[in-house]
């Protein structure tokens, strides 16, 4: 576990009969922007809360900073900083003084420290307000405040680009590399998953409480690449037959549009020019190519299950007229 700012082995956690987490082990290196991610139910909010000591696991063993972690260990969480669900703040102080609350409830904090916080997510201007006159885009940024004012080692955040405004989320992005490239590590659960595609160096997917895939978002991106062909719909058979060994499939038909079907060849994009040219060596010509490599992609097919087990896209995952997934 050397170089792991979090790592939990064979974490389990009930609600009554209703299992929360499977044996979750997990790996978050130092230095990193670490993406975890999950449909709703999966156990992600469980996790966070194992990690800051609200709740107590059933079984299994966490690290927190290279340190074995139980809850009751208020001065390992010195070291981090969290914020999770929804922010609650006292709605008759101002913005600078629920920080000072907060802040008295850690280590010690100099004055300098809320100024600078306060700064960094943008509300300087406003930290004598009143936090009851703040949107909700504003009270999200005082809870990375609040999870950032005692300049922790480690940040959860739990969904933090809930209720930003695109500007708001790139403040943020720019924020979290900050943070990183002063050695500091960063856990955030979040359901934009382009915004996790350009943030995180490492993610981890967590289906029905278990972790399903981990590692660097460079490799796993380069595992769910592939490649989209347009063929007339005379050739279909055709190009499924000689593009076989590659792992080729079938779209459902298009509508308004059944004498042409897209294909999905599971290549790396660096292929599609070599596919292309395999086709028209045998004479069948594309009329249209698209590569795709994404998180999303990713997501819904490790994610999207059936109750037997088999898994399917959801109704809004079918191509649309234009083809697109």
């Known amino acids: 576990m050397d170089g792991l700012a979090i790592a939990t082995r064979g974490l389990v956690k009930r609600y009554g009969a209703q299992p929360a987490l499977q044996g979750l082990d997990m790996n978050v290196p130092t230095g990193a922007v670490y993406g975890f991610l999950g449909p709703n139910g999966a156990g992600k909010t469980t996790l966070m809360r194992i990690l800051v000591g609200l709740l107590r696991p059933d079984a299994g063993e966490v690290r927190l900073l290279g340190e074995p972690f139980h809850r009751g260990d208020r001065r390992r969480l010195f070291g981090v900083g969290s914020l999770i669900e929804q922010p609650a703040f006292y709605p008759y102080l101002s913005g600078r003084d629920n920080l000072r609350v907060f802040a008295a409830a850690g280590p010690y904090t100099p004055t300098t ?11 300087r201007d406003r930290a004598r307000s009143k936090v009851k006159t703040y949107s909700l885009g504003m009270k999200q940024r005082l809870g990375i ?20 405004d695109p500007a708001g989320i790139v403040a943020m992005r720019e924020l979290l590399r900050f943070l990183t490239a002063q050695g500091k590590t960063v856990l955030v659960s979040s359901h934009i998953l382009p915004e996790v595609q350009q943030l995180a160096d490492v993610v981890g997917i967590v289906d029905r409480g278990r972790l399903v895939r981990e590692g660097p978002l460079e490799r796993l991106l380069g595992e769910s690449a592939h490649v989209r062909i347009r063929v007339d719909a005379d050739e279909v058979a055709r190009v499924i037959e000689l593009l076989a060994p590659r792992g080729t499939e079938l779209e459902p038909p298009m509508a308004g549009d ?3 079907r ?9 292929h599609a020019a070599a596919v292309n040219q395999r086709l028209a060596e045998q004479g069948v010509f594309v009329s249209g190519l698209e590569t795709k490599s994404d998180l999303e992609a990713l997501f819904l097919s490790l994610t999207t299950t059936l109750p037997t087990g088999g898994r399917v896209g959801p109704p809004w ?3 649309s007229a234009g083809g697109r997934i």
């Open 113 to 123: 420290r809320i100024d600078e916080v306060l700064e960094y997510v943008g509300l």
């Open 145 to 164: 405040a609040v999870a950032l004012v005692s300049d922790p080692q480690l940040l959860l955040l739990d969904e933090p680009g809930n209720g930003l």
């Open 258 to 260: 059944p004498s042409h």
């Open 262 to 270: 897209w294909l999905v060849v599971r290549v790396t994009s660096d």
């Open 317 to 319: 995952a079918e191509p």
